[in-house]
């Protein structure tokens, strides 16, 4: 089965939606997290490259993380979940060879700018 995660930020205290929903990425089963990378235009959100420049984002007490489904996942728990993935599954970048828009960061996570979700 696999999952897409999204980052819900700006959300407004009435409502509870979102200004701006970010793809964290996808899971499969058996499979390293796959994480979305972005190229924002310039004055735009600095780009996300490696897990450091999403950990900054996800551990941001003023967002909140959804799966497709529209559930919620603390950040704790989502990232143990992530921490699994990465020692229990195969890496789909080095699986089907790294092209320009996928890369391994240099801490071992997954990432692709193509849209995939």
Known sequence: MTTNYYLWAGI???????E?????????????????????????????HNIEDWKALLFNKNYKIYDEYEHEHPIEEFWGFIQNKQKEGRSHVLEYGIRDDEWVDDQGYNFSLRDFS
């Open 20 to 48: 701006k929903i970010y793809h964290i990425g996808l899971s499969a089963g058996g499979w390293q997290f796959l994480f979305q990378a972005y190229n924002f235009s310039e004055g735009e959100s600095p780009h996300i």
């Open 12 to 18: 407004c205290r009435c409502c509870e939606r979102p």
